[in-house]
């Protein structure tokens, strides 16, 4: 089975844990999750598998959709509610409208320092295993980009945010530094992701949902096609000759043009089967087969 489940993660599991438990599910060797959730947050989680994980790196440049909620006053070492407080501050004075004036500031695109206690990289090691190990570092600030920032509700000291975001941005960060700038300390108490790409909440299958689908033997329903990830790109149907191109991994020329295409499209055969994932050259205005998916409707 090659394609990608959309799935309802539960808070307390890790992602590597949703993906442990698809595998032993479905008994498909090649399985894997495209976003990492961390424990506490739920929501949606897409599960790759087979050939379907070869668009992994496809679905990480979608725009994610969060529901979060901050408790402002109190900073962790880990920016969330399972953390080692590091600040106590008073956050009652806080007014709507100083909160207002904050998140302005990290609208559109923005430096923000990961966590401590995240998969990034520093100096070809984890932060997480550095911080488990005890050693502090202060790992560069990256850009992230924060396309909707909106205030959903504000009971101090709470506030509820909804944030549609892309890669790399961390909403722990997002949390710690919204505390700093209003001077007393913030850490995220909860998330959910609403939606990722093409995938949303209110079309996600739970676990129970998915072990009664395969215990009944029609999980298989369930799983969407791999090309869903890339239909916001252009696609072009190729004629049998040029399919052999694609097929053996060779360079063609179409005639559809590269710039007013992104310079990327999706390849199908005259009978509907998605072929390839194609990127333009403008050096010789050819078509060049990046990942070619052959076999599947």
Not at 168 to 193: E, F, P
């Amino acid at each position: 089975m090659d394609g990608i489940l959309n799935i309802n993660k539960p808070g307390g599991m890790t992602s590597y844990g949703v993906v442990a438990l698809v595998k032993r599910l479905t008994h498909e060797r090649r399985v894997g999750h495209a976003g990492t959730l961390d424990p506490m947050a739920c929501g949606v989680l897409p599960v790759c598998l087979g050939r379907g994980t070869r668009v992994i790196e496809f679905l990480a440049e979608a725009k994610k959709l969060y529901r979060a909620e901050i408790e402002l006053g109190l900073a962790t070492d880990t920016y969330d509610a399972g953390g080692r407080v590091t600040q106590r501050g008073d956050a009652s004075g806080i007014s709507r409208r100083q909160l207002k004036s904050a998140l302005s500031s990290f609208r559109g695109r923005v430096m923000q320092r990961p966590p401590m206690y995240s998969a990034v990289r520093y100096q070809g090691k984890r932060l997480y295993d550095l911080a488990r190990a005890g050693i502090t570092v202060l790992p560069p600030s990256r850009p992230a980009e924060i396309y909707r920032l909106e205030l959903i509700d504000f009971r101090p000291p709470l506030v509820t945010l909804e944030v549609e975001c892309g890669k790399g941005t961390y909403i722990r960060s997002l949390a710690h530094d919204l505390g700093q700038v209003l001077g007393c300390g913030g850490h995220l108490k909860s998330l959910v992701r609403l939606g990722y790409g093409p995938f949303a909440t209110d079309s996600a299958v739970t676990l129970p949902q998915l072990e009664t689908a395969c215990c009944h033997g029609y999980w298989r329903q369930l799983v969407y096609p791999p090309d869903i990830v890339l239909c916001h790109w252009p696609a072009v149907v190729l004629s049998d000759d040029k399919e052999q191109f694609i097929r053996h991994g060779r360079p063609l020329y179409l005639e559809a043009d590269g710039a007013s295409f992104d310079g990327r499209c999706r390849a199908y055969s005259q009978d509907g089967c998605f072929l390839a994932v194609l990127d333009y050259s403008a050096e010789n205005g050819q078509w060049h087969p990046v990942k070619v998916f052959s076999g599947w409707q």
